[in-house]
């Protein structure tokens, strides 16, 4: 009831919002320039215009100065009214609007579905909108109207669906309003715009392609030489200039321009489609105007199997026909038997039966297939001719072999001369020239007439090459070709021929295209070619956040598609401790914060949390940015999930004291064991005394009235005697029955007097003499050694260690060249076992060493004569030689040094220097 309110409060505002919206746009939707005058810088009228921001006045020539501010004045104040009364109508409309808005989320929270995402486009109800246009069809075929439309309800959910169909030449959706085309052969739709260009483009490359076939075109009486054709870009499949689209057809093509009504399927007339169904049947499409190929014919016809036999009977015209199951009958073409098989559509097969059949000439029989009878053999006839010279070289063959060949009229060699001779005679030669043609087909054979071929034309001829750029005089039977490579360009314009002596009709380009086409995923495949690529065929999924929704698009219309709109819940792992989420619709985004019940154990007691979720709360924290000192101030904050604390438990519990006398109720969380002051008066275990002290916890205890762990013990000694072997007290004051066992450590020392064991004292009394060896056991391994120098590997032991032949520690043997090791127990090497001997490897490495270190001493032995007789070399040298006479300095390089460095100057100078500096002393002293 609280909801249909709110939705009657929420319709009446929307109301009321829209005619105040409605108000607020017509005012401000007349532009400026429309509102009085031409505007500024739409021309010059015949009066001057005075413009201000809230419309325009015309005012006369001759209209005084104080009348045009007066008018202004009244303009302005009149312009603040308007803008005054508009905004608050402005700020009534946001009211409204926020209202609505609250209300809509409150009606939300009551049991709806919760949906994290909004649409932007109408949405359509696609299911309702095929089974209206199968209306007429599902009429006719009842219950099995889904057969053969899998196509049809593709595209047409394509086209319902916002985002999901894209044009593969502009990669770029199709909207509900866009004018399109749809091809006849694949039914993929397009771009208008982009088909239409992709057309004439299309056009324009086949007549460039072609130029040759355009002039013979125009010279011929044959229009259709000249056609241009285009091709469908996703299937190829061919059309002609006449049928590029000039116009946006509907689906059926009755209608153009539809427009987009939300009742009928986008770029549909709402008319039945019409079309001639395919295969021709006579009928026509009942659908109502839809996208994709027509369904199979609905309709009932009269019609009898393929073979004719049994009576016509109703069946849908899709399927009109069929096969009764009973032999064929028909007669085969052997003429001896008829056909077995099922009746069946077409004409009969071959006879499948065998049969002896003898060749043409009667020599051979073999089993051969019904229907191939007549046969030949390999042998030949060999029957005498009525001459009775010349025997038949025909192969197998029926009838009779004739007359002998020889034996009537012929030729001579040449063909010139004709005579009759008995057929045991040869022609002879007519001794006249040849003069057959030569394979040129220009010169004839000069040789005399003669029998066999005249054989190549020998004559010397000057010849063109291929290309027409160079001749050259050859036999006229050789081809002659220069080695020039053409430089014109391919059919695909841009790589050239290059082939050696072109006759101009270049071949086709082979090599692969590469471009990379409109999806810009993908490279053009197909061969080189001039003209633009066609584009990009492959397609991609786009699936919701779960994806359960799929919506396959245009391969490089991914990254721009908005993701389907999915009917499944949301599938997110929820951020709380529940687990699972409230029910609400696959989404992108984050999903709501969840309002369940907490229902978590509350701690230190059996009950649960009865608040609302609070285990993913979000909280804003504040975050300083990366390279701020810490003492400069930052706005910045992070938001992120946070779990707080359940509240404390608000249960009342009925609470006893601790020494059971009083009952009180108190919450849960603040349920604390109490005293209630009166004094604990129970029995003490000694059964003599009763507890003094005030009322405290008691446990253990055997009954209401007994003294538990916690009351206060007889202070007298027990004097009870000890066990056998405890040299200990008890510990325990007054007590009834008997002493507790004793709990005193006694200090011993391990077998391997490595550690110190502190055993208790009623377990070392009560064990027997083997168990006492077990509890004196550290358990460690033995640290001493053994003879052969290895650890003792038992656990700590009394008594001496193992021998030292059973121990097990390998060690390593090395061969006496101590190239080779091995590893061998040690109980093996102490007896003398374990030998390692040297290998054929080892003499050939110690051979080796040996010769190397012969060869360094025989070089140590050179260098070291080589050094010596460098050394006596050089101090030969040395006294040998004579000491040169120091040469005196001339006068002419005296002259030569330069001013500073003659000793004249330098006398001058220090004799300068010496009186300046002694007037300067003088002076200073005076």
């Known amino acids: 009831m609280q909801i249909l309110e709110s939705l009657t409060l929420w319709d009446s505002e929307a109301a009321q919002l829209s005619g105040t919206l409605e108000e607020y746009r017509t005012m401000s939707s007349r532009p400026l320039y429309l509102q009085g005058g031409k505007g500024r810088g739409r021309g010059r009228g015949e009066q001057p215009i005075l413009q201000n921001r809230r419309g325009i006045q015309p005012i006369n020539k001759d209209q005084p100065r104080p009348a045009a501010a007066k008018q202004l004045q009244q303009n302005e104040s009149k312009r603040g009214q308007q803008t005054h009364a508009s905004e608050e109508r402005k700020a009534q409309a946001s009211a409204i609007l926020e209202r609505t808005r609250q209300i809509a989320l409150e009606s939300e929270k009551e049991g709806h579905l919760l949906s994290s995402e909004e649409e932007d486009d109408d949405a359509i109800d696609d299911d309702k909108l095929f089974s209206t246009t199968l209306l007429s069809y599902s009429s006719l075929v009842g219950d099995k109207s889904g057969d ?69 075109a125009a010279m011929s009486s044959v229009p259709s030489i000249v056609e241009q054709h285009w091709y469908c870009p996703k299937c190829r499949y061919e059309l002609s200039s006449a049928e590029c689209p000039t116009h946006y057809l509907c689906f059926c093509g009755k209608e153009t321009d539809p427009k987009f009504d939300p009742w009928l399927v986008p770029h549909s007339c709402g008319q039945t489609c019409g079309r001639a169904l395919r295969p021709e049947c006579g009928h026509s499409c009942v659908l109502l105007c839809h996208p994709g190929p027509c369904p199979p014919c609905p309709q009932v016809v009269k019609c009898s199997c393929y073979c004719g036999r049994e009576a016509p009977v109703m069946r849908r015209c899709s399927a009109q026909y069929w096969s009764c199951g009973k032999p064929c009958g028909h007669p085969l073409t052997c003429g001896r038997h008829h056909c077995q098989q099922p009746c069946h559509k077409g004409l009969c097969s071959t006879c499948p039966r065998q049969s002896e059949r003898p060749c043409l000439c009667g020599q051979e029989t073999v089993i051969r297939p019904c229907a191939d009878a007549v046969w030949q053999c390999s042998r030949v006839c060999g029957k005498v001719f009525s001459c009775g010279n010349h025997k038949c070289e025909k192969v197998c063959h029926d009838g009779m072999c004739g007359l002998c060949p020889r034996s009537l009229e012929r030729t001579c060699p040449c063909g010139k001369t004709k005579a009759t001779l008995p057929c045991t005679e040869d022609i002879p030669s007519c001794g006249d020239t040849c003069g057959k043609k030569l394979p040129c087909g220009t010169h004839r054979c000069m040789q ?201 438990c608000k249960v009342l519990i009925s609470l006893e004291c601790f020494g059971q006398h009083q009952i009180q109720q108190v919450e849960c969380s603040r349920l604390r064991p109490f005293s209630c002051g009166c004094r604990c008066d129970r029995l003490l275990q000694c059964s003599n005394h009763k507890c003094q002290l005030e009322c405290h916890v008691v446990t253990g205890a055997l009954g209401i009235d007994k003294a538990g762990k916690e009351c206060e013990e007889c202070q007298q000694a027990c004097e009870k005697p000890r066990p056998s072997g405890c040299r ?178 330098l006398t001058i100078i220090a004799s300068v220097l010496f009186v300046v500096v002694s007037l300067a002393l003088y002076v200073y002293i005076v």
């Open 148 to 216: 053969g439309l899998s196509r049809t309800k593709s595209l047409f959910n394509d086209v319902c669906k916002s985002g999901a169909l894209s044009c593969l030449i502009c990669i770029s959706s199709i909207k509900r309003n866009d004018a399109v085309w749809n091809c006849v052969g694949c039914y993929s739709i397009f771009h208008l715009q982009c088909i239409q260009q992709w057309a004439r483009n299309g056009a324009t490359l086949l007549s460039v392609q072609m130029p040759s076939l355009a002039e013979a």
């Open 448 to 648: 005399l007439c003669h029998s066999g071929s005249c054989g190549l034309c020998r004559q010397m001829v000057t010849k063109t090459c291929r290309c027409g750029r160079k001749e050259k005089k050859i036999q006229c039977h050789q081809e002659y070709t220069c080695e020039i490579k053409c430089d014109k360009k391919r059919d695909c314009q841009r790589h050239h021929c290059k082939r050696k002596c072109c006759d101009g009709n270049c071949p086709v380009c082979e090599q692969p295209c590469g471009r990379t086409l409109n999806c810009r995923n993908h490279k053009c495949a197909s061969r080189c070619h001039s003209g633009l690529c066609y584009p990009c065929i492959a397609t991609v999924d786009v699936s919701c956040k779960c994806r359960a929704t799929v919506l396959t698009v245009a391969c490089g219309r991914e990254k721009r598609t908005k993701p389907p709109r999915c009917k499944e819940l949301c599938s997110n792992p929820p951020d709380c401790h529940h687990s699972t989420r409230q029910p609400h619709l696959c989404h992108f985004k984050e999903c709501p914060p969840c309002t369940q019940m907490c229902s978590k154990p509350l701690q230190g007691c059996t009950h649960v949390c009865p608040s609302p979720c609070h285990t993913a709360v979000k909280s804003q924290a504040p975050v300083r940015p990366a390279g701020h000192a810490p003492w400069e101030k930052y706005t910045a904050t992070a938001v992120s999930l946070v779990a707080l604390p359940c509240p404390p």
């Open 728 to 905: 200990h007290w008890c510990p325990s004051l007054c007590h009834p029955g008997d002493c507790p066992i004793c709990k005193e450590r006694m200090r011993m020392a391990c077998h391997c007097k490595s550690s110190t064991l502190f055993i208790e004292c009623n377990v070392w009394t009560s064990a027997a003499e083997q168990a006492r060896k077990e509890l004196l056991s550290c358990q460690a391994q033995c640290p001493n050694l053994l003879s052969c120098g290895h650890r003792c590997s038992a656990t700590c032991h009394p008594g001496p260690c193992p021998s030292e032949q059973t121990c097990e520690k390998k060690t390593p043997v090395r061969c006496p060249c101590r190239r080779r090791k091995k590893d061998f127990p040690c109980h093996e090497v102490q007896a003398c076992a374990a030998v390692l001997h040297c290998d054929e490897r080892c003499q050939a490495v110690k051979q080796q060493k040996e010769k190397e270190e012969a060869e360094s001493k025989k070089q140590k032995e050179e260098e070291t004569k080589r050094r010596q007789q460098q050394e006596l070399e050089a101090f030969e040298r040395k006294m040998a030689g004579k000491r040169r006479k120091r040469r005196e300095p001339t006068t002419a390089d005296v002259e030569k040094l330069p001013w500073w460095k003659q000793s004249t100057w």
